[in-house]
């Protein structure tokens, strides 16, 4: 039995690590102190607000404007309106980081060892410490994209109602991350009610 455990938790390690690495992390918090039930409408903010240091070196602004406005219906809760003054709610949506890394791959590793001299007497007679460490040699880039999402909702009075971060980081463009993470942000919010 033990035999068909590590078996099974050997496949799955291997199933695990050939699978592309996706890392993908959010963060939410509501403010207790809005009654989102007796809110009725919200307003989309039509800009994107980018921080300092945010570089679209692959987009757009117009292509996640367009991001933002394909996934304003998963805000089904709630009614969209397209003045600021007649909402309850004002949602935002901000890049706060945009950006690529790459990552060296090794293919082979090898024991290697430092020999030095530890001591040495005087007739000449030394003693030797082999130091091991880890050969690494041969290989290839990956390249990830990576980006975190800022989604903001307050209320009319400039209090924080809503908010949630998303930080996604993998071997796939970037605009196609946001997109799920902008989803997300309005599936969340829309659970609010």
């Known amino acids: 039995m033990k035999r068909v455990y590590k078996c099974f938790l050997l496949v799955s390690l291997i199933i695990l690590f050939c699978n ?9 918090w509501e403010n207790k102190g809005v009654d989102f039930k007796s809110i009725k409408t919200v307003y989309i903010e039509p800009e994107i607000e980018y921080y ?3 570089n679209l070196f692959d987009v757009t602004n117009a292509d996640l404007l367009n991001i933002v406005k394909e996934n304003q219906k998963y805000v089904k809760k709630y009614k969209i309106v397209p003045n600021k003054e007649t909402a309850d709610l ?19 590793t090898s024991i ?5 001299v530890t001591y040495e ?4 007679n030394k003693a030797y410490t ?8 041969g290989g290839y880039y990956k390249h990830y994209d990576y980006f975190s999402m800022k989604g903001t909702v307050m209320t009319n009075d400039g209090y924080v ?3 949630y971060i998303d930080n996604r980081e993998a071997q796939k463009d970037n605009i196609n991350m946001f997109e799920r993470a902008v989803k997300n942000f309005f599936k969340k919010f829309n659970g609010t009610k």
């Open 20 to 28: 592309s690495v996706v890392f993908a992390e959010n963060v939410e």
């Open 52 to 54: 300092d240091g945010v």
């Open 90 to 108: 004002i949602l935002k949506v901000s890049v706060m980081d945009w950006n690529k890394r790459d990552e060296y791959m090794y293919k082979y």
């Open 112 to 116: 290697a060892y430092d020999t030095t």
């Open 121 to 124: 007497d005087e007739y000449g």
């Open 130 to 137: 082999k130091t091991p460490y880890v050969n690494e040699y």
């Open 161 to 163: 109602a809503y908010i």
